[in-house]
């Protein structure tokens, strides 16, 4: 069984006098590393956080009670989201390649092939393409991205697209060219979707329509080019206060911002580069868990970032989330 093991990391809380003003903060590793750590979902009911190994093919589900890892093995390309399915049990919606599948798992266990289903395919015939990170809307819709990569290797700029799922799983392309679909988060008042296409360095918002579904209106809320922030934005999630917090890939840290204002509050260093996803979990939504990952790095770098790859906890950062939803399906 793994020992959580707590480090000592440091915040950045915002400047005085153009220095940045630093305060220590516990960053809690609750795993040992996996590959490409993405697509964290943390189920309130049951108390767990679902997330996936891409390369590895593997869903997974964080016990936060043992820190005991259980995972399904799948077939059929990278594995790049999973959320369960509203009202049954041990059913989830899993991208698998260019694949959306439903996936029959008991968490409480490993599984080397379970009971698989297709609900969609998008994108068929076209090759070096496979689905990336996804969220579930307001509404229990199904959103996730594409993107272009050959193998686990190279990218392949604006070929892929963003797409909405109903409930009978029909699909409506809702963004078209984008580079790498990450972020997804929905205002609470559910007029307003937000978005990463990462190579943009943007965290751009929409209005939402939640009746149909439509997005319209991009305009930027936060670019990192402005903020001095190397790397691309990630996953983000949504607070209870509506700030978003954004998993820097590359930039060794999770920021902070209020999309209504763009400004910039809280920087959490990490002791590693590849930040790629967060999400609040735990029984009172107060945990911030972070995905990270060990792909693309170098072996030098793998030695000096032994961190790489793990699941973090952060608790007492003062704020919450609100609860993940379910795919809803017919
Ligand atoms: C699936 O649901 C959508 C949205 O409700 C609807 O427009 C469409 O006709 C449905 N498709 C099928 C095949 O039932």
Redesign the pocket.
């Known amino acids: 069984m793994f020992n959580a093991v707590v480090w000592a990391v440091s915040m950045v809380l915002g400047t005085l006098m153009n220095s940045p003003v630093y305060v220590p903060i516990m960053l809690e590793q609750v795993s040992t590393p996996f590959y490409l750590a993405e697509g964290p979902h943390w189920d309130v009911e049951d108390n767990v956080l679902y997330f996936i190994d891409m390369f590895a093919q593997n869903i997974h589900c964080y016990h936060p009670e043992t820190h005991e890892v259980t995972y399904a093995h799948l077939t059929g390309g990278p594995v790049t989201v999973v959320v369960p399915v509203a009202g049954k049990k041990n059913t989830f919606v899993v991208g698998c390649g260019t694949d959306l599948i439903e996936v029959l798992w008991d968490h409480r266990s490993n599984n080397l092939s379970p009971v698989t289903k297709l609900i969609s395919s998008v994108e068929v015939g076209r090759t070096n393409i496979r689905f990336n990170d996804g969220k579930v809307d307001p509404r229990g819709r199904f959103w996730a991205g594409t993107m272009g990569q050959v193998g686990s290797g190279q990218l392949i700029d604006n070929i892929g697209s963003l797409y909405r799922f ?5 699909s409506t392309k809702v963004l078209s060219p984008v580079s790498i679909s990450n972020g997804l988060a929905w205002s609470h008042k559910k007029d307003t979707f937000y978005f990463a296409d990462s190579p943009t360095l943007r965290v751009d918002a929409y209005d939402y329509n939640d009746n149909t579904g439509d997005i319209s209106n991009r305009r930027t809320v936060f670019n990192l080019v402005e903020h001095n922030i190397p790397g691309i934005p990630d996953g983000l999630t949504i607070d209870i206060v509506g700030h978003l917090w954004v998993a820097i890939n590359g930039g060794s840290r999770v920021i902070e911002i209020d999309p209504n204002t763009g400004k910039l509050f809280r920087t959490i260093r990490f002791p590693t580069a590849k930040i790629n996803s967060v999400a609040f979990g735990g029984p009172n939504l107060d945990v911030l868990y972070v995905v990270t990952a060990q792909h693309d790095l170098s072996e030098q770098e793998l030695i000096e970032q032994p961190l790489a790859g793990c699941i973090f906890a952060i608790r007492d950062l003062g704020t919450k989330g609100t609860p993940m939803l379910s795919y809803i399906r017919v």
Request: charged share 20%; no cysteine.
């Open positions: 109903e409930y009978n799983g029909t």
